[in-house]
């Protein structure tokens, strides 16, 4: 697709009359921008979590807690199912090295405590502000993504929102649902 993008951007120009052209331009380099600032958000979000798991996992006494909390962040990039798998590497790393039931627990308060954070507060606020939609929207985007689409629809559904948020705030008589699912203030 990224071989192709040229074409795609001169379809959609030609698909348009000539005095749109201007509009659908426009539109296209905001969506190329939504995109850019969802994937800076994601990084922003790994770090955070790389941080809060690094923070819970050394407390417990997991050998290797930055590796381990590297990878569990990394992981978080596929939602829900990442973060399982992320939570499996850390139990195996905490039972393997000490096998003590104080540390299982203390692996389950840390991601169960990340999970929240990252889901209720860091993803809504941080992606959804990147990408210029409400939290409750990207919360909502995630879960139709997941029902249309599963794995592949959820990683895939904030990035769509946003782009779906511009056309709706560049098109006249769509503008209302685009400052609906915009996160910005109102101007009146």
């Known amino acids: 697709m990224l071989n192709y993008r040229h074409r795609f ?11 749109k052209s201007g509009d659908v331009n426009q539109i296209v ?11 800076v958000g994601k990084l922003i979000l790994i770090g955070l979590l790389a941080i809060t798991y690094s923070v819970g996992l050394g407390i417990t006494g997991v050998s290797n807690f930055i590796l381990v909390s590297i990878l569990a962040a990394l992981f978080s990039l596929i939602p829900y199912i990442g973060n399982i798998i992320g939570f499996g590497v850390a139990l195996i790393f905490g039972y393997l090295t000490s096998g003590e039931m104080g540390v299982l627990i203390g692996i389950v308060i840390t991601f169960t405590v990340a999970q929240f954070l990252e889901s209720y507060v860091l993803q809504p606020f941080i992606i959804g502000d990147k990408v210029d939609v ?3 929207f990207v919360i909502l985007a995630v879960i139709v993504g997941n ?3 599963g794995i592949i629809g959820m990683i895939l559904a904030i990035p769509v929102m946003g782009i779906i948020t511009i056309v709706f705030l560049r098109v006249p008589a769509l503008e209302p649902f685009g400052y609906l699912f915009s ?6």
């Open 29 to 39: 380099k905001e969506s190329v921008n939504v995109v850019q600032q969802y994937l």
């Open 134 to 136: 409400h939290p409750f």
């Open 9 to 19: 951007r001169t379809f959609l120009l030609r698909l348009f009359p000539d005095e």
């Open 183 to 188: 996160d910005k203030k109102a101007d009146s």
């Open 147 to 149: 029902a249309l689409w």
